[in-house]
Every structure is written in structure tokens, then in C-alpha cells.
């Protein structure tokens, strides 16, 4: 693994089992029910979709918490400050109820905690489209919750989004190393783009493993136990 400094690790899929057909359309439902007392949930899930398309083509310019809300606000002549609040209570109160689509990987705590024993910076380099509590809440329900990432992205601190190579380099940038000083896992060809700016990567299958004739071929592959007898 040579100069490796540091371990980008994807979330869903490679630190937890996730059924993605079930948790995509539950976090949706549950999430325009919880203000369906003031917009029907047929016009916010459109709305929710769209404005989640803005921050897939963000460019850097403001952060994907930014690029969400101008392009989600108003909805349905609902302002930010109006409807905030309810997501907050959301997050705070229903996302646990998703946690049923997800396994804990028994692996994935040996593997951080073998990472950081051998004082590597760790990142949790997952999709930044939700807000850091829900990204929280997915690590607690990995069983691996309780460590001192360097950097959990998320929709707050982040500028860009996979597959976009800009979110890569933000980060590279923010652990202030060089892209060869760095090695991302994930299972998805979003992951495994990283290569491109010369990066190692790991593959690591799972059920939604489907890489393109383009994707650069990774690093290595095999299960999480594998990546803990590289480092």
C-alpha cells in the first residue's frame, strides 16, 4: 500500500448492508408524511427529487445544503423557515424507523478500528446528500458511531457530490494530501471513479455492485476482512 495516509470509506453498501429498493422509497414516504399537513406528498417527492438533481450537478460554487434549498424553496409557497423545523423533527425523531432496511456488517468495526490503530486519517466519504444527523445515525447503526473521523461528509460541508471528481479532491484537499496518499472503498462505480486523479480503491460487492465498461478497474477487490490485511 506504499505512502497510503488515509482511507475513504463509502457507507451504504460497504460499512452496512443496506436494501436500497426499500430505503429510498421509506426515507421519501416518511419524509414528505411529515408534512403532508401542509403539501401532498405527490407534490413533494417531485420536489424532493428535483431539487436533489441541483445538488448532483453542483459545481463547487456553494454547498449542496445551499444548492438544495434554492432549488426546493419556496415549495408549494412554503419558505425555508417554515418547513425546516419539520425536517428537523423528522430526522430527530422518524429516520431511525428506516433503520429496519439496513444489517450491521460485523466486519465493518474491525476494519475502522484496525484503520485507526494504524494511525490512518479516516474518512467517512458517503454520498453528501442528507444531513450529517442522518449520516450519524446510519454509522450508530453500523456499530461504528463512536470513532473520531476526520471528516464525515455530508450535505452541510460539503460542495459537490460522487460521482463528480471535485468531491474527491475537496476532500483531499481539506486532509491536505495528495490523491496517491489515499485509497477509497466503496462498492459503486461513484466509488471507484476516485482512481482517475490517481487514487488506489478497493471494491468491496455488494447488492448493488454493477460497475461500467468505463470505470477504472480497482485497486484490489474482495471482502472488508481483505482490506484489513492490506493496511
Request: proline share 6%.
Amino acid at each position: 500500500m506504499g505512502q497510503l495516509k488515509a482511507i475513504l470509506f463509502d457507507l451504504d453498501g460497504t460499512l452496512i448492508d443496506v436494501d436500497l429498493n426499500k430505503f429510498i422509497p421509506g426515507y421519501l414516504k416518511l419524509l414528505a408524511n411529515s408534512v403532508a399537513h401542509l403539501i401532498p406528498p405527490k407534490k413533494m417527492v417531485p420536489a424532493i427529487l428535483k431539487a436533489s438533481e441541483f445538488v448532483n450537478n453542483n459545481d463547487g460554487k456553494i454547498s449542496n445544503e445551499e444548492a438544495f434549498s434554492n432549488a426546493f424553496f419556496p415549495v408549494e409557497g412554503y419558505e425555508k423557515d417554515e418547513i425546516q423545523p419539520l425536517f428537523d423533527k423528522f430526522y430527530e425523531k422518524i429516520f431511525k424507523e428506516l433503520q429496519k432496511f439496513t444489517e450491521k456488517k460485523p466486519e465493518a468495526r474491525k476494519v475502522i478500528q484496525t484503520a485507526f490503530s494504524k494511525d490512518y486519517k479516516v474518512v467517512i466519504a458517503t454520498t453528501p446528500v442528507l444531513p450529517l444527523t442522518a449520516i450519524e445515525q446510519r454509522l450508530d447503526w453500523a456499530g461504528i458511531g463512536d470513532f473520531p473521523y476526520d471528516l464525515i461528509t455530508s450535505i452541510e460541508n460539503t460542495c459537490a457530490t460522487k460521482p463528480n471528481l471535485l468531491y474527491y479532491q475537496l476532500i483531499f484537499k481539506y486532509l491536505n494530501l495528495s490523491a496517491k496518499e489515499c485509497i477509497m472503498v466503496g462498492d459503486e462505480d461513484k466509488d471507484m471513479v476516485c482512481a482517475n486523479l490517481g487514487s488506489q480503491t478497493f471494491l468491496v460487492n455488494s447488492s448493488n455492485t454493477n460497475l461500467s465498461a468505463e470505470t477504472p478497474e480497482p485497486t484490489y477487490r474482495g471482502k472488508l476482512e481483505k482490506l484489513m490485511e492490506l493496511l
